[in-house]
């Protein structure tokens, strides 16, 4: 099983590094990410939001939506781990109340 | 030169994502499997920051006297990487939460302890 | 459980770092549209210094936060954050769009306005959530 894993994970490495040599180049102005609305963030996030930090402008202006639905899920992940051991703790004293 | 150096960041990137595979796949304990998760997450992560580099570029805050697209990074995969990180905290809050109901059920981490636990 | 570390040094180290990492994680929140920082960043820094806390003195924290209270004030971000979008469709603007907030402001007064009330929600619930967490996942069976 360990043989297994390692051969299957060489060979998913060796799948990655072939592909990417097909990637752009660290640094390159003209990668495809650099293109389409990256610079349009650059150029107009101050005129449209009136904030210079554009990692702000983007998550909070541009894309709050996406941000709203972010807060939502972590608050959600924290609501589920309260309520996971909770449960798991009211059990054990209720199984222990029953032995009793 | 420039082609082998930023061949050899994505080179480190997959190592990294196949460690964390490789992890995932082999280990038997569910806490070093949730470690594994975890830098196969810090991995992808660093993969997106890397795509939004640029040569000679600062960072996405503006400044005065430095204007035109080439002078700042890519803010995209930063704003998509925050938030990727937030959640992958708070994911692996519900993970530790989990593997505590299982330490407290079947009183051990190992799988084929557990998978004797079940048949029980 | 009292005071598992409670050496000399560890106490009076943090007592001198928990407040300036607060003013720290307000000065990230506010400054954020201006330097690096955020409503992400802020409250990762809250919750530290709560967490810090806890981890130096023990469950007889005096600056303590209950899980319970640190969920809802979770929750209470999230809401600041969806309430505004609300709003803002109610004053007949599109969802999250901040320049339908009714102040007599320019619109480029407006939008940091609304972005500075939306990173406040997400501090307030970053700072819940991971303070919740650290509570549920070293709380003890019996003191629910």
Redesign the interface.
């Known amino acids: ?2 043989i297994l ?2 051969v ?3 060979m ?2 060796g799948l ?2 072939f592909g ?2 097909g ?7 003209d ?1 495809p ?2 293109e389409h ?3 349009r ?3 107009k ?2 005129k ?14 541009y ?6 639905g ?6 959600i ?6 309520l ?3 449960t ?3 059990r ?2 209720a199984e222990g109340g029953s032995d009793e | 030169m420039n082609e082998l150096l930023s061949n050899i960041i994505y080179f480190l990137i997959a190592v990294l994502f196949v460690f964390g595979l490789y992890g995932m796949l082999d280990k038997r304990n569910f806490m070093k499997k949730l470690m594994a998760m975890n830098i196969m997450q810090i991995s992808v992560i660093i993969f997106f920051l890397a795509l939004g580099q640029k040569l000679d570029a600062t960072l996405p805050i503006l400044v005065h006297g430095l204007e035109g697209v080439d002078q700042y990074v890519n803010p995209l995969p930063h704003a998509l990487m925050l938030t990727a990180i937030v959640v992958s905290l708070s994911t692996t809050g519900v993970a530790l939460a989990l593997l505590l109901r299982i330490q407290d059920r079947y009183e051990d981490l190992e799988e084929p302890e557990i998978l004797r636990g079940m048949d029980k | 459980m009292n005071r598992p570390f409670g050496t000399t040094i560890l106490d009076t180290a943090f007592r001198y770092m928990v407040p300036f990492i607060m003013v720290y994680g307000v000065y990230v929140l506010l400054h954020g549209e201006y330097s690096p920082g955020g409503g992400f960043q802020a409250g990762a820094l809250l919750a530290i210094a709560v967490v810090l806390t806890r981890l130096v003195q023990g469950r007889e924290a005096v600056f303590d936060m209950k899980g319970d209270t640190a969920i809802i004030l979770a929750g209470l971000g999230t809401l600041i954050y969806a309430g505004l979008g609300v709003l803002t469709v109610i004053w007949g603007g599109n969802f999250l769009d901040y320049a339908a907030i009714p102040l007599d402001l320019h619109a480029k007064e407006l939008r940091p306005l609304g972005i500075l009330v939306i990173e406040v929600g997400v501090t307030i619930c970053v700072m819940g959530v991971i303070i919740a967490i650290y509570d549920a996942l070293t709380r003890k069976d019996d003191d629910i």
């Open positions: 099983m360990r894993s390692m299957f994970s060489i998913l490495l990655l590094m990417s040599l990637l752009p180049l660290i640094g390159d102005k990668s990410a650099a609305v990256s610079p963030y650059i150029e996030a101050y449209e939001t009136g904030s210079p930090n554009l990692v702000t402008a983007v998550l909070a202006d894309r709050s939506y996406d941000t709203l972010e807060t939502t899920v972590i608050f992940a924290g609501a589920a781990t309260i996971i051991l909770r798991a703790a009211g054990k004293n």
